[in-house]
């Protein structure tokens, strides 16, 4: 199993950055892999940036690339979103998700969730 703790949401200036972190423990920890998602009220929960915890491998969506960073600290067995150049577009309730091995774009392919943190990007 795997409990996903997000952190680090709150209200920022268009073009501020926020660094939000995904706090993880569980069985087998190195064998999942970690994205994040986000929903804007009334939207779908939409992939933004995953990575395989084993090696590091990134992945993102294309509205944030060049713009968010996502990376692991294994001491702490935690996920960051390094989030910069923020837009009001950005908004939305930030998700930490975690499946099995490989990762995907896709919300329904993810077994283990946390509760989300809010951003808000202001104009």
């Known amino acids: 199993q795997v409990q996903l703790v997000e952190s680090g949401g709150g209200l920022v200036q268009a073009g501020g950055s926020l660094r939000l972190s995904c706090a993880a423990s569980?069985?087998?920890?190195?064998?999942?892999?970690i994205a994040w998602f986000r929903q804007a009220p009334g939207k779908e929960r939409d992939f933004v940036s995953a990575i395989r915890w084993s090696d590091g491998t990134p992945s993102y969506a294309d509205s944030v690339k060049g713009r968010f960073t996502i990376s692991t600290d294994n001491a702490k067995n935690t996920i960051f979103l390094q989030m910069n150049s923020l837009k009001p577009e950005d908004t939305a309730v930030y998700y930490c998700?975690?499946?099995?091995?490989?990762?995907?774009?896709?919300?329904?392919?993810?077994?283990?969730w946390g509760r989300g943190t809010q951003v808000t990007v202001s104009s």
């Open positions: 998700a975690a499946k099995s091995f490989i990762t995907t774009i896709r919300a329904i392919d993810y077994n283990y």
């Open positions: 569980g069985r087998a920890f190195s064998r999942y892999a």
